[in-house]
C-alpha cells in the first residue's frame, strides 16, 4: 500500500471521526438484543473508589465497556477493544500472540493496573506490567477504565490508571454459552462459558482457547511464527447470611509463541533489524483471591479481608534448547473498612480506611551458571484512608489519602481529591481530578542480568507522577446522545528508561522532569432504533526531561464505529476504524547517524456480522484490517494483514 493511500484512509477516518458521533452496541452476553436504550451514564462504577459508586458522583475520567460493547465489537483479544477507549494506546509487537502493551495518557505499560475479577494479574517479575496478549475477548463481560493516577488507592503499579475486567456483568442469568471460530492465517478459536446458582451458592466458569499458524514476526523472513493460547476462569460466591459471604476466583492462563530475534550483530546487513529465527516464549499465570465481606444489618459499616495470591512464570527458548526462565510471585493481604456515616440535611458522608501488606519473590535463570541465575524478595505495608462526601445529590467530593512503607526505597505518601457537580435540571456534569503516584523499580530494573543484552541498576529509585484533570460530561436526548471532553496533565520525575547507548544495556533514572498532556473527546448517539455511533480522539504530548517525544506515544489516536440491525432485530452489521498516528520508536542499526525511526500511521478497519437462526444459535463473520494496511506498531516488526472469520455461537439456559 502506498503513503499516498495509507494518508488518504488516514484523513478519512479522521474526517469521519470530526463529522460523525460515536459507537455503541446492541447486544448483551446471550444472543438476545435490546433496541435503542439509553447509554450508561448512572452505572454503577467499582473502580474509582473501590467501593461501588454511581457514575455520575465521580470526579474521575472512568469509561465503561458493557457486554453490549464487547458483543458490538467482535476481536479476539480484549485489548483491541481497548483502542476505542480515548487516552489508550495498545502496542503489540508483531502478530498476534507477541507481547501487547497498553499506555494510559502517555504514561508506560507498567504504569497501568490490571484487574480481572478482582484479581491484580500483573506479572510480578515486570513492575506487574500486564501482557494483554493473554486475555481473549470471550470470557470478558465488563471492562472500567480509570485514567490518572490512582497510587493513592490502589499503590506503585496505578500511576497511569486502572483497567479492571469482570468475566461476568451483575444481573446475569444462570446459562451456558459456547463459540467457535475459525478463519484466516490458520486461527482456530473456541470458548465455553457457564453461570449457575442453587440457593445460596453462585458461580461461574469459562474456558478459551486460541491457536493461530499466524505469520512471520519479522518483516524480511518467511518463516510461520504461531501461537497457541488456553486460559480458564472461575470463581463461586456463599452467601453465609443476609450480611455476610465468601467469595472465591481464580484464572489460569498458559501460552506458547513463537518468537524471531532482533540482530545485534555489528557489521550484519540485517544489524539492529529482528530476523527469522526459532525462539520460542512459554508463560503459565495463575492469579486467585479470597474475600471474605460482612456488614451491619442497616448497611452503615461494611468490613472486608483477602488474600491474593499471583505467580507468573516464563521460559526463553533458542530453537529447542533453554535459554532463560523467571518466576515472580505476588502475595497481597487487604483489609478494607467503610463507614457511612450519619447524614446531616442534604449531606451525605462515608469514611473507609484500608490496611494492606505485600510479599514479592523475584527469580532468574540461566542456562548457564554465572550471577544471573538470583532469587530475591522483599515487603511493603500501606495504610489509606478516602473520604467521601455529597451535598444535595449535586455536589460530590473525594479525598484519599496513603502511606508506603517499602523494604528497598523510601517511604512514599501519595494522595488524590476529587470533584464533581451534577447540574440540577440539567444535562451538564463538571468534574475534576488531582493526584500524585509512584512507580516503584521492577526487580528486573533493579537486579536483571543478562551478561549479553541487559544488566540491573540497583541504584534506581521510585518514579513519582503529579497530575490532574477537569473535563465535562453531557447526557442529551434522553440519555441516547452522550458527550465528553478533558483535559489532562502529569508531570514525572526519576523517569526510568532503557540506555541503549551501548551493550549491554541497562536502564537509569532520567535526571529532569518528563511531562505528559493531552486532550480526550468521547461521544455517544443512538439516533434511531436500529442505529448506534460511537467516536472517540485523544492528543497526546508526552516528552522526555530533554524535550524529545517518548517512544511508542503516537500524538494522535482516534476511533469511529457504527452499529445498525436489520430482519427485524436478526441480523446486524457493525464497521469500526481505529486510527494510530505517527509515533516515534527505538531503532538498534548502529550505522545510522541516529537512534530513532518515525512510524506511519494507520487505520484499522474490522468488518462485522451476526444472523441470529434461532433464539440459541447465531452465525458470525468480519473481516479484520479490512483495508490490508501494511504498518509497523513497533519498529521492524511485522503486523497481520487482511483476514476474514466465520463462526457460531449457541446459548442454553434463561
Known amino acids: 500500500m502506498t503513503k499516498t493511500l495509507r494518508r488518504s484512509r488516514s484523513l478519512l477516518a479522521m474526517g469521519l471521526m470530526a463529522s460523525a458521533a460515536v459507537p455503541v452496541a446492541a447486544q448483551d452476553s446471550g444472543l438476545t438484543r435490546e433496541k435503542a436504550k439509553p447509554f450508561y451514564v448512572d452505572e454503577i462504577i467499582v473502580t474509582a473508589t473501590r467501593n461501588p459508586q454511581r457514575l455520575k458522583t465521580l470526579g474521575s475520567a472512568v469509561d465503561v465497556l458493557t457486554s453490549d460493547d464487547i458483543g458490538a465489537r467482535p476481536r479476539f483479544l480484549i485489548a483491541d477493544l481497548l483502542r476505542a477507549i480515548p487516552g489508550v494506546a495498545v502496542s503489540q509487537s508483531g502478530p498476534l500472540g507477541t507481547l501487547t502493551q497498553v499506555r494510559m495518557r502517555g504514561a508506560e505499560g507498567n504504569h497501568t ?40 488507592l490502589y499503590g506503585s503499579e496505578a500511576i497511569g490508571g486502572v483497567i479492571n475486567i469482570t468475566s461476568t456483568a451483575a444481573g446475569e442469568t444462570p446459562a451456558f454459552t459456547a463459540r467457535a471460530e475459525g478463519g484466516a492465517f490458520g486461527t482456530w478459536a473456541g470458548s465455553a462459558r457457564g453461570i449457575f446458582t442453587a440457593d445460596d451458592i453462585s458461580g461461574h466458569a469459562s474456558v478459551s482457547v486460541l491457536k493461530r499458524r ?31 459471604f465468601v467469595r472465591v476466583n481464580l484464572r489460569y492462563a498458559d501460552a506458547r509463541t513463537e ?36 456488614s451491619s444489618g442497616d448497611g452503615t459499616w461494611t468490613n472486608t479481608l483477602s488474600w491474593a495470591m499471583t505467580d507468573a512464570r516464563g521460559r526463553n527458548l533458542l530453537g529447542q534448547a533453554f535459554s532463560s526462565g523467571s518466576q515472580g510471585r505476588k502475595h497481597d493481604v487487604e483489609y478494607l473498612s467503610t463507614l457511612k456515616l450519619r447524614d446531616v440535611g442534604s449531606v451525605a458522608q462515608s469514611l473507609s480506611a484500608l490496611l494492606e501488606y505485600e510479599h514479592e519473590t ?15 524478595k522483599t515487603e511493603s505495608y500501606a495504610g489509606a484512608a478516602e473520604y467521601r462526601v455529597s451535598f444535595a445529590e449535586q455536589v460530590f467530593l473525594t479525598g484519599a489519602l496513603r502511606h508506603d512503607s517499602y523494604e528497598l526505597f523510601q517511604d512514599a505518601t501519595t494522595f488524590r481529591l476529587t470533584g464533581a457537580w451534577q447540574a440540577p435540571a440539567s444535562p451538564v456534569k463538571l468534574r475534576a481530578s488531582a ?3 509512584v512507580a516503584k523499580p ?28 477537569a473535563g465535562v460530561d453531557l447526557a442529551l436526548a434522553e440519555a441516547r446522545a452522550v458527550l465528553s471532553a478533558t483535559y489532562f496533565k502529569a508531570d514525572l520525575e526519576d523517569e526510568i528508561f532503557t540506555d541503549f547507548s551501548r551493550l549491554p544495556f541497562t536502564v537509569r533514572n532520567r535526571p529532569g522532569e518528563s511531562r505528559r498532556q493531552g486532550v480526550e473527546l468521547s461521544g455517544r448517539w443512538s439516533p434511531a432504533e436500529a ?4 467516536a472517540s480522539y485523544t492528543y497526546t504530548d508526552a516528552v522526555e526531561d530533554t524535550g524529545r517525544r517518548e517512544v511508542r506515544r503516537p500524538k494522535h489516536i482516534a476511533s469511529l464505529a457504527a452499529t445498525t440491525a436489520f430482519l427485524d432485530d436478526k ?54 484490517n479490512l483495508f490490508d494496511e501494511n504498518y509497523e506498531q513497533l519498529f521492524s516488526y511485522n503486523s497481520t494483514g487482511i483476514g476474514a472469520y466465520v463462526g457460531v455461537k449457541m446459548r442454553l439456559g434463561e
Open 113 to 152: 493496573l490490571v484487574l480481572i475479577d478482582g484479581m491484580e494479574v500483573g506479572d510480578p517479575f515486570n513492575n506487574s506490567e500486564f501482557d494483554f496478549s493473554t486475555v481473549l475477548a470471550d470470557q470478558v463481560s465488563r471492562v472500567e477504565v480509570l485514567r490518572g493516577a490512582q497510587s493513592s
Open 214 to 244: 499466524g505469520i512471520s514476526q519479522s518483516k524480511v523472513g518467511p518463516e510461520r511464527d504461531g501461537h497457541r493460547n488456553a486460559s480458564l476462569l472461575g470463581g463461586g460466591k456463599i452467601a453465609l447470611s443476609d450480611d455476610s
Open 259 to 294: 518468537l524471531d530475534t532482533q540482530d545485534f550483530t555489528f557489521g550484519s546487513p540485517t544489524q539492529g533489524l529482528v530476523i527469522d529465527s526459532n525462539d520460542v516464549r512459554k508463560s503459565k499465570t495463575f492469579s486467585s483471591k479470597i474475600l471474605g465481606e460482612t
Open 362 to 376: 523475584f527469580e532468574n535463570r540461566s542456562a548457564f551458571p554465572g550471577p544471573q541465575n538470583q532469587r530475591r
Open 435 to 437: 493526584g500524585t503516584g
Open 442 to 469: 521492577s526487580f528486573f530494573e533493579l537486579y536483571g542480568f543478562n551478561p549479553t543484552t541487559f544488566i540491573g541498576n540497583p541504584a534506581l529509585v521510585p518514579e513519582e507522577s503529579t497530575s490532574w484533570d
Open 531 to 534: 442505529l448506534s455511533l460511537a
Open 571 to 624: 441480523a446486524h452489521v457493525g464497521l469500526s476504524l481505529d486510527y494510530n498516528g505517527k509515533q516515534e520508536d527505538s531503532e538498534f542499526i548502529f550505522s545510522t547517524p541516529t537512534d530513532r525511526v518515525t512510524l506511519n500511521s494507520y487505520v484499522l478497519a474490522t468488518l462485522s456480522a451476526s444472523y441470529r437462526m434461532t433464539s440459541d444459535v447465531e452465525l458470525t463473520a468480519r473481516v479484520d
